[in-house]
Nanobody, 123 residues
Framework: VQLQASGGGLVQAGGSLRLSCAAS????????MGWFRQAARKEREFVAS????????YYADSVKGRFTISRDNAKNTVYLQMNSLKSEDSAAYYC?????????????????WGQGTQVTVSS
């Protein structure tokens, strides 16, 4: 599967952005999807994950209550709605697909990765 992330940009602190990740292929609904991010000079970190059906989600503590992951299997797309953005949310955001059965925060559980989309939050 090929993944294409979009929607990044420059936003003021307290603002919102919605990231999208479009997937190729006809088996999108069989992948657990995740969002990760990597800030400059830092390791990639988990943000959110969503199950095949969208019925189960999992968030990093740092974004819980502010970010929402969702998916539209008919459109082969996963979304990340980001509200109340903070300067520490600035990073390149990556979507990823896992052939596993459960939501996961571990990089190694994801088999396919898209290119990053940059989010910059100005304070």
């Amino acid at each position: 599967v090929q993944l294409q992330a979009s929607g990044g940009g420059l936003v003021q602190a307290g603002g919102s952005l919605r990231l999208s990740c479009a997937a190729s292929g006809r088996t999108f609904s069989r992948y657990v999807m995740g969002w990760f991010r990597q800030a400059a000079r830092k390791e990639r970190e988990f943000v959110a994950s969503i199950s095949w059906s969208g019925g189960s989600t999992y968030y990093a503590d740092s974004v819980k209550g502010r970010f929402t992951i969702s998916r539209d299997n008919a459109k082969n797309t996963v979304y990340l709605q980001m509200n109340s953005l903070k300067s520490e949310d600035s990073a390149a955001y990556y979507c990823a697909a896992s052939t596993g059965s459960y939501v996961s925060s571990r990089n190694r559980d994801y088999d396919y990765w898209g290119q990053g989309t940059q989010v910059t939050v100005s304070s």
